[in-house]
Nanobody, 122 residues
């Protein structure tokens, strides 16, 4: 069983940066693929970024490529999402998720955190 807790959200001005953390408990985490997803009010959830269990492989949504960077530190059981050049349209609740395959689809992830709010003001 893997439990995930996100942190690092907040209010930032457009053009600013935030770093989200996804802290995990459970020995299976180091073997898990991890993804970040987000959901804005009134919109469907969308994939943001993913990372392989080793951290050597990453993949991103086109909307964040070049601005966001996902990484992980398995010694700390933590995955990070560095978000730079933030835009108002990045405003959403961000959730991390762990699964057994590299995917952009939320149904491929088995364990989910509660989420952290990111608000970008214009």
């Amino acid at each position: 069983q893997v439990q995930l807790v996100e942190s690092g959200g907040g209010l930032v001005q457009a053009g600013g940066s935030l770093r989200l953390s996804c802290a995990a408990s459970g020995r299976a985490f180091s073997n898990s693929y991890v993804g970040w997803f987000r959901q804005a009010p009134g919109k469907e959830g969308e994939f943001v970024a993913g990372v392989t269990w080793s951290g050597r492989g990453t993949w991103y949504a086109d909307s964040v490529k070049g601005r966001f960077t996902i990484s992980r530190d398995n010694t700390k059981n933590t995955v990070y999402l560095q978000m730079n050049s933030l835009k108002p349209e990045d405003t959403a609740v961000y959730r991390c998720a762990a699964g057994s395959v590299a995917s952009r689809l939320n149904h491929d992830y088995d364990h989910w955190g509660q989420g952290t709010q990111v608000t970008v003001s214009s």
